[in-house]
């Protein structure tokens, strides 16, 4: 009788190897949208333009950017916590340690991200491209001034 018990515990340990991994793997699938879309979207050292479905690891955290000429840029977080998937592994040793060592045992919030990007106001606009020199006044001297009276000279 223990060895039955013995067989279907060493049969399911090995049947459950790594659960979470096989249940959804170590990496996770974030859409990032942003309103306007085309924006530039720099995340984990990657750059996409949006929308773009990101697959991200799940055992680390995240900081998005997302950034459109005329709009201000938008930056948020992606954090990672322990998934509810690997209790099943608590059972067995092994299948924990699996999803432990290849992040399978963890998940990514938020599943989504959908960013609305603000438009520049006038005063925090770039300033434009075109410069001005200042501008020089010079007096006119009384004799180029037609219909006036020229002023005696003192030597």
């Not at 049969?11 to 309103?35: E, K």
């Not at 955290?61 to 977080?77: D, H, L, M, N, R």
């Not at 520049?120 to 491209?129: E, F, I, K, V």
Request: hydrophobic residues 45%; charged residues 10%.
């Amino acid at each position: 009788m223990k060895t039955s018990i013995v067989a279907i515990f060493a049969t399911a340990g090995l049947l459950l190897n790594g659960c979470a991994t096989l249940i959804h793997g170590s990496h996770q699938t974030i859409p990032i949208t942003s309103d306007p879309p085309g924006a530039q979207l720099n995340i984990g050292g990657s750059q996409y333009i949006t929308p773009a479905d990101v697959s991200l690891a799940r055992d680390q955290e995240y900081q998005a950017v997302i950034s459109k000429p005329g709009y201000e840029t938008q930056t948020t977080e992606i954090h990672s916590s322990f998934s509810a998937a690997t209790l099943v592994d608590l059972i067995f040793i092994i299948p924990w340690a699996v999803d432990l060592a290849d992040g399978a045992a963890y998940s990514l919030e938020p599943e989504s991200l959908e960013l609305r990007l603000q438009p520049l106001l006038a005063s925090t606009a770039a300033p434009s491209a075109v410069a001005t020199a200042p501008a020089t006044v010079t007096p006119a001297a009384a004799t180029d001034v037609p219909g006036l009276p020229v002023a005696p000279t003192r030597n």
